[in-house]
Structures are given as C-alpha cells and as structure tokens.
C-alpha cells in the first residue's frame, strides 16, 4: 500500500511587505481570548493579552458598538455575541484545505520545478482545485483549475482510487455511470489499476489527456477530503519510472506536509 506518514508542516512566513495594523492585530487578540475564557473583565483581558487596560476598553467599545461583543452591566464583564459565529461559519474547510495545499505545492514547485495540480474527488468527480503552473518556468499550460480528470486516465485519478474503500469506489462507479460521459470506469479495470498503483508506490499516466505530457501523482486523505498530488512534464524528456526516481521524495514530503498541517488545523 502507499504509505503517507506525517511530517512537519512547513513554515508559512509571513509577508512584511506591509507594516501590521496593530489596532486590528490588538483586536483579534481580544477576540481570540474571550473565545478562550468567556465572560471576562478588563482587567482581565488586558493581562491575558499583554494590552494596557486603556487600550483594552476602547477596543471593547469598538467591538460592542459593532455587534461582535457584549457587556453585562451587573459586574462590567464582556463576551462575544453570535455575530462572531456567523463569520466563522463563512470559513469553509474546502477553502482552509486549498489554502494548506496551495502553500505547500509552491514549495514543492519550487524545489522540482515542474508544475503541479491537486485534485480532489466529490460527488464521484474529480476537479482540479489549485495549481502550480502559473509558477513554474516549464509550464504547458494556462490554468488548469476547475478542469476535471478522468478515473482511469489520469494519474492524479488513478492516485485518488488507490486510497479509496470497497464501498467508496462502488458508490464513485455509480454516479460516474449517471453524470460521466465516456466513462470508462468498472470494478475490474480499478483492481487491475489499484494493484499496479501499490506495487509501484505511485501512480502514472503517461500521453492519456494530452500526448506530449506524462505526470506522476500521490494520494492523501485528510479530514473529508480525499485528494492528489501530481508532478507533471513532458513524456519526451522522462518517464514516470525517471521522474519517480527523481521526485517521489519531494512529492511525497508534500504531501506528508499537507497531510500534517490539516490535522493541526482540526485540534
């Protein structure tokens, strides 16, 4: 089987190109505090986030004149109201998960140089959600987000059925059958597929969505997503055995990565 073990989330310095807006900054550390511990005085606020207690009441009086906080008038105390939750409950984990992905396939660019696509499958689908094109050098293509890759014929689709269950694939089987046009996908080419997938450690695909181009392409399994990773180059200057034997490392890295900062961020 692929084997996908954790590793240590990269580091995702930030860009100081523009100076911090320390009122804002200020206020989101209040914010992340009386998440924290509810009701609070403060006082208290002001020693828990390491802000003078001046700056702490305007800051509560901001957040109250704008709905995100409330104050008891019984002892003076302050807590969030729901305001706050309808904010959080617009932050997608499909939005969180590109975003993890995307920082580290930019690393990965950048140490292969050839691009990469991530994949992820819903709905027996598999779309194209971020790429690496627009970043390398050696890119063939203009975008290749929102694009859709075949079960079979690709290896990004090939990686993704090598992690999936019994259950899984027969329920990707069907509604490929109903929404698929030219599906190729039943259970005896998926056994023959997964095996060679195992075996090998990788999958591949090399001419099967455009002639001139090969890729290799990992799995990962992280949260509710099942998705892929691919390296992609041109079938003329290596095979996928040559780019395995260059790359699977660095592919793989990625992936672990990904796999761990993910994890982190659903404690």
């Not at 696509?117 to 293509?141: C, K, M, P, Q, W």
């Not at 997503?225 to 180059?233: E, L, M, Q």
Request: proline fraction near 2%; aromatic fraction near 6%; glycine fraction near 6%.
């Amino acid at each position: 089987m692929i084997a996908i073990h954790r590793g240590a989330a990269l580091s995702d310095a930030p860009d100081r190109t523009y100076r911090d807006v320390r009122a804002l900054w200020r206020g989101m550390k209040l914010l992340e505090v009386l998440a924290q511990i509810g009701w609070a005085k403060p006082s208290v606020l002001s020693a828990a986030t390491g802000i003078d207690r001046s700056t702490v009441y305007r800051l509560i009086e901001t957040l109250v004149s704008l709905g995100y906080v409330t104050r008891r008038s019984a002892d003076g105390t302050v807590a969030m109201t729901r305001k706050v939750r309808r904010i959080a409950a617009g932050v997608r984990d499909d939005d969180v998960i590109v975003a993890i992905v995307g920082r580290h396939m930019a690393e990965l660019v950048h140490e292969v140089k050839w691009p990469s696509d991530f994949a992820r499958l819903s709905n027996g689908i598999i779309t194209i959600e971020e790429s690496t094109h627009r970043l390398s050098s050696v890119t063939f293509y203009r975008a290749t987000i929102g694009q859709q890759r075949s079960m079979l014929r690709s290896a990004l689709g090939l990686a993704i059925l090598s992690v999936l269950t019994r259950d899984e694939i027969a329920m990707t089987i069907d509604i490929a059958a109903k929404t698929v046009r030219g599906n190729d996908i039943n259970q005896r080419s998926i056994a023959r597929a997964v095996r060679d997938i195992h075996r090998l450690g990788y999958a591949s695909a090399i001419g099967k969505i455009d002639p001139n181009v090969s890729a290799i392409a990992l799995p990962f399994r992280a949260r509710q997503t099942v998705g892929a990773i691919n390296i992609v180059f041109f079938r003329k200057v290596m095979s996928p055995q040559v780019a395995a034997d260059r790359f699977l490392g660095h592919l793989q890295n990625c992936v672990n990565n990904i796999v761990s900062e993910i994890a982190q961020q659903g404690k």
